[in-house]
């Protein structure tokens, strides 16, 4: 939600702080890696939005699709189906 609107939804403070990539140990925070040619490549990378008054965190994996595709053990929770448009 910060993402999209700039808005905390905890306090509605309207300072956002973003950090396009989550560094841990000086390399980013993934969900996994494979190795390349030349170097290992992380898959489902993160980045993060921070409300810059109450500290309340946002992530988002930057590659949805690869992870689904790529990341060993994932599990694909689906709720229920939505309800039918009010009449």
């Not at 509605?12 to 973003?18: A, F, K, L, V």
């Not at 925070?29 to 290992?40: I, T």
Request: glycine share 6%; hydrophobic share 40%; charged share 25%.
């Amino acid at each position: 939600r910060m993402r999209n609107r700039n808005i905390c939804p905890k306090c509605d403070h309207r300072e956002i702080i973003h950090f396009p990539e989550v560094v841990a140990n000086k390399a980013p925070v993934c969900a996994a890696s494979r190795m390349g040619a030349w170097r290992v490549a992380g898959i489902g990378c993160f980045e993060a939005f921070v409300c810059a008054k109450c500290s309340y965190a946002e992530l988002y994996m930057l590659d949805v699709e690869t992870a689904k595709r790529e990341v060993e053990g994932v599990e694909i929770l689906e709720g229920p189906p939505a309800p039918p448009p009010f009449r």
